[in-house]
């Protein structure tokens, strides 16, 4: 029989709670380890349910004040609950054992139940193990008989190694669960096809001379991504379809093939977050491979009404909706940058649709749904007005020192499907106006163009830059935040 426990000092008493929760860490690095940041890790539901009950006022907030780390402490307080969860699984188990004085049992019946947990949360029998293993380790060596202590306290003793080898643990779990989560297509690189190589290369050509900015196509890395939920779903080719369905002539289904089958289209497309700051930087460019959504449904026979609504369904059950005419020039893409479209942007196949903000081109998008009255998408119930034309803008990201005492400035100009006829820059806070150099507009109308100009100056300067859309209308001047309908304004720095 093994020993008693000895009576719990005051600070003993917090031991087991402190030492489940470091089982219930344990239980979460194991996971990552196995899965990555994919569905299968137990935290991802957890972050979806604080996502969808966080209230729109906080959302709101966290996108117009914290931007993307507003997104990590979402992901963050995810973790910490999902921690406790688990924590709680390893309690249980801490003082079963400890009532029958069989840690070995404590740590077997912890481990039961975080596996079961896992399994309720991720619905994978295999994977639930790789959080039930070390939390049951941590559940057994913290359950071990405590001797009388002399001078140091021995709960807290072994508290700090079970810390310390949780934190290595953890780190250990974090490398290994990063690798795994880099395994974003089955079928990822080859080689680029020379249509899209011929085209990528133009536009190189095309690009100005410019520091410290993207040329006209953004590197697929560091295009930037926003979704609502921190995991990315995981979607099997072989598992996916897309179906068209509600206000249509008849309703249609498409496998990955019936859509990579097709004669494919190129088209450059410039995508922009309704919810970026005015002069950020989620706005990039790239070139796209795949078919027009038109020819898609008419190759089957089918046919789009003239009227009303479209709403896009997504795999991770985000949907939005917008006008019927803009679909009729979209394009559902399989391809980036010549290379298979990546996890993170919507493999296997995502919509483009011209002229929109970034959140109504769907990423893993499963479902086309033509109606006939108008609806309210995922964003709009949130108070946000997202769906119409993107605003103007000329952002303004470059400053650089040349020779002889000169400076460029410079950046990107969009305007959706309008295209940019010109961009001016003022150096005297907008009191006169010169045209800036522009790069050649690519052959599809809603990208991005760059920008520069040069002048030599003389102490400081307040340099304003504003675009002038294909249609004459200028970008307006008056400053407006992103909520509801994106950010506008003139985008002014100092530059000395």
Same mark, same amino acid.
């Given at each position: ?78 973790? #910490?609950?999902?921690?406790? /969860? ?14 029958? @004085?069989?840690?070995? #049992? ?85 080689? #680029? ?8 290369? /133009? ?15 953004? =590197? ?55 919810? @970026? ?57 399989? =391809? ?22 970034? =959140? ?13 009255? =108008? ?14 034309? #993107? ?106």
């Amino acid at each position: 029989m093994a020993s008693a426990a000895a009576p719990l000092t005051h600070r003993g008493r917090f031991a087991d709670p402190v030492a489940a929760f470091l089982g219930g860490v344990a239980a979460v690095a194991g996971s990552y380890a196995a899965v990555g940041l994919t569905p299968a890790f137990v935290a991802a539901p957890v972050s979806a349910l604080v996502v969808a009950y966080t209230p729109d006022a906080v959302v709101t907030f966290a996108i117009l004040v914290l931007g993307d780390v507003g997104d990590l402490l979402g992901f963050a307080l995810a973790l #910490v609950l999902t921690a406790v /969860a688990f924590g709680l699984a390893a309690l249980s188990g801490l003082r079963t054992g400890r009532v029958l @004085e069989r840690p070995v #049992v404590g740590g077997l019946l912890g481990g039961v139940v975080a596996w079961l947990l896992a399994l309720l949360l991720t619905g994978q029998v295999l994977a639930g193990l790789a959080a039930a293993l070390p939390l049951s380790v941590v559940v057994w060596v913290a359950g071990r008989p405590r001797r009388e202590p002399t001078a140091v306290d021995p709960s807290r003793r072994r508290l700090l190694k079970l810390a310390a080898g949780v934190a290595v643990f953890g780190g250990v779990s974090a490398l290994v669960g990063a690798r795994v989560g880099d395994e974003s297509t089955s079928d990822s690189g080859g080689a #680029v096809s020379q249509p899209v190589q011929q085209r990528l290369d /133009a536009a190189q050509a095309d690009s100005l001379d410019l520091a410290g900015i993207p040329g006209l196509v953004s =590197e697929t890395g560091s295009f930037y991504r926003v979704d609502i939920n921190a995991v990315d779903p995981t979607v099997a080719v072989d598992d996916w379809t897309l179906s068209v369905t509600g206000a249509v002539d008849a309703e249609q289904t498409f496998t990955y093939e019936d859509v990579t089958g097709m004669e494919p289209t190129y088209v450059f497309k410039t995508l922009r977050c309704v919810g @970026e700051s005015l002069n950020g930087h989620k706005m990039d460019n790239a070139l796209w491979t795949g078919v027009p959504v038109v020819d898609l449904v008419e190759s089957a026979g089918g046919s789009l009404p003239d009227e009303c609504c479209v709403v896009l369904h997504a795999a991770d059950g985000y949907y939005e909706e917008f006008p019927l005419s803009a679909l009729r020039d979209a394009v559902l893409a399989y =391809e980036m940058n010549g290379e298979t479209l990546p996890r993170a942007h919507g493999y296997p196949v995502r919509a483009l649709v011209p002229g929109h903000w970034g =959140e109504i081109n769907v990423k893993w998008i499963t479902e086309i749904e033509v109606t006939k009255a =108008e609806s309210t998408g995922y964003w709009e119930k949130r108070g946000w007005h997202g769906t119409g034309p #993107v605003n103007t803008v000329a952002k303004f990201h470059a400053i650089n020192h040349l020779d002889g005492g000169r400076v460029q400035v410079g950046g990107h100009a969009y305007a959706g499907t309008r295209g940019i006829d010109r961009v001016e820059v003022s150096v005297d806070g907008g009191q006169t106006w010169t045209e800036a150099t522009l790069s050649k507009p690519l052959p599809d109308p809603d990208t991005w163009r760059q920008w520069a100009y040069e002048f030599e100056p003389s102490g400081s300067h307040e340099v304003v830059v504003r675009a002038v859309d294909g249609e004459g209308d200028v970008q307006p001047r008056d400053e407006a935040d992103a909520f509801p309908n994106g950010p506008s304004g003139w985008v002014s720095r100092m530059v000395r």
